[in-house]
Every structure is written in structure tokens, then in C-alpha cells.
Nanobody
Framework: QVQLVESGGGLVQAGGSLRLSCAASGTISSVNAMGWYRQAPGKQRELVATITSGGSTNYADSVKGRFTISRDNAKNTVYLQMNSLKPEDTAVYYC???????????????WGQGTQVTVSS
């Protein structure tokens, strides 16, 4: 079994910062790409940022220059540093990881439970 546990969400004023963390635990053989997605009320879930095991990153245009994704491979943890937050960043943020699980053939697409980020104007 594998779990992704997120932390770091909350309420912040526009222009402020938050840092999200997501730790993968369980019977993990290895972790490939990790990423963050978000879903605002009434909208579809969208990609925020991804990072490969080698450190290559990809960002949505809406967050480029404001958000930074990073990871600690030794801890199977991914981070999202969010600066210059805007009210339109308000959403539930979900962690995602592509994981090779011990005893399981193939890669598993794993999701966290989500953490709320609210940016007030």
C-alpha cells in the first residue's frame, strides 16, 4: 500500500506565500514523476507543476515565475513553494506521484487527499 500525505495549505492574503509538502510512504520501490494539481469550485482539475526524478520541471503558464516545485528523493517528498499568491489560486491542491510499488507489476498513479489553499483579496 502507498499513501501520499499533503500538508501546508491554509488561508493567506493576496501577495502572500505558502509552502505545500507531500510525502509518499508505504511499500515503495521507486518514485518517478511527482506533481501538483489543483481544482477550484466548478472547474476541472488542472496541472500546476510536475518534476521528474532527475529534477526536470514543468509549470502551468498561470504559475510560472511565482511557484517553484522541488523534491527530496531520499524522503520521497515533493514541495510546492507558492509566492505572490492571487485570489485565482484558490483551490484544493492535490499531490500526484508515479510510483513503482513493491510486489506490483507496473507503475501506479497515486493521489493525495488534497489540501485547501484559500487566497483572500
Amino acid at each position: 500500500q502507498v499513501q501520499l500525505v499533503e500538508s501546508g495549505g491554509g488561508l493567506v492574503q493576496a501577495g502572500g506565500s505558502l509552502r505545500l509538502s507531500c510525502a509518499a510512504s508505504g511499500t515503495i520501490s521507486s518514485v518517478n514523476a511527482m506533481g501538483w494539481y489543483r481544482q477550484a469550485p466548478g472547474k476541472q482539475r488542472e496541472l500546476v507543476a510536475t518534476i521528474t526524478s532527475g529534477g526536470s520541471t514543468n509549470y502551468a503558464d498561470s504559475v510560472k515565475g511565482r511557484f517553484t516545485i522541488s523534491r527530496d528523493n531520499a524522503k520521497n517528498t515533493v514541495y510546492l513553494q507558492m509566492n505572490s499568491l492571487k485570489p485565482e489560486d484558490t483551490a484544493v491542491y492535490y499531490c500526484n506521484a508515479q510510483i513503482f510499488v513493491v510486489g506490483y507489476w507496473g507503475i501506479r498513479d497515486c493521489w493525495g487527499q488534497g489540501t485547501q489553499v484559500t487566497v483572500s483579496s
